[in-house]
């Protein structure tokens, strides 16, 4: 993390101090508590991911909970237990590529606070000879997809990171996919409280490593 807050200054003064084109810094980055909302704006399509259903979308998206064995039935247990709940208020299900049943792959959200963990997850599942593998995991929320020429979208993936004085700050970045799986590929933009915006095309390259590390070193993709 050393790396990333070391060039904080120089970020402040290369973005202007705006709301980023893609997802402002709020409390649904940690918890939420409705259904997602999913936009189509010029090819981009902005998500928010929220968890108010008191239902799943399909009986299938209940079944594929139980077949990676994530979460339980027993009526006795709550959100915070160590196995949690197979409830609709703790994980929703986004469809992995258009020409794939959900069935056979998708993108699973787990709610803040699910299992006792206390940040957002993202899950790709994509079914392998029979059986769901799991192919990327983050501690992170996802806010946008951005169609591609392969049916399987860019994602943008927001991780959120504290700088020295523990204030948050927050990480889109762009995954796509590469080799049967999603890979890192840019930071697209960095925020913290009342600063931050996206990072210029000639300091990419720079501030996509250094965020990387960050990531990593924070154990945020797994």
């Not at 594929?64 to 703790?90: F, G, R």
Request: hydrophobic residues 35%; charged residues 30%.
């Amino acid at each position: 993390m050393k790396s990333i807050i070391g060039i904080i200054a120089l970020i402040i003064l290369v973005f202007t101090a705006c709301k980023s084109d893609h997802k402002p810094a709020n409390k649904n980055d940690e918890k939420g508590n409705e259904k997602a909302k999913i936009e189509d704006v010029k090819g981009y399509q902005d998500i928010e991911i929220l968890f108010n259903d008191d239902k799943f979308g399909s009986d299938e998206e209940a079944e594929l909970l139980n077949e990676i064995k994530i979460c339980s039935n027993d009526p006795n247990l709550t959100a915070n237990s160590e196995v949690p709940p197979c409830s609709p208020e703790n994980f929703k299900f986004l469809p992995l590529q258009k020409d794939i049943s959900i069935k056979n792959g998708f993108i699973l959200i787990i709610k803040a606070e699910t299992g006792g963990f206390p940040l957002r997850r993202v899950l790709i599942f994509q079914r392998e000879r029979g059986e769901l593998i799991k192919l990327n995991g983050f501690v992170a929320n996802i806010i946008g997809r951005i169609p591609a020429d392969n049916g399987y979208d860019d994602l943008i993936i927001r991780f959120r990171d504290k700088d020295e004085a523990g204030v948050p700050m927050f990480y889109n970045c762009i995954f796509t996919w590469k080799d049967s799986k999603y890979e890192y590929k840019h930071v697209d933009a960095i925020q913290g409280p009342n600063w931050g915006g996206k990072v210029k095309e000639a300091d990419r390259v720079e501030y996509s490593k250094s965020v990387y590390e960050s990531i990593m070193n924070n154990q945020m993709i797994f």
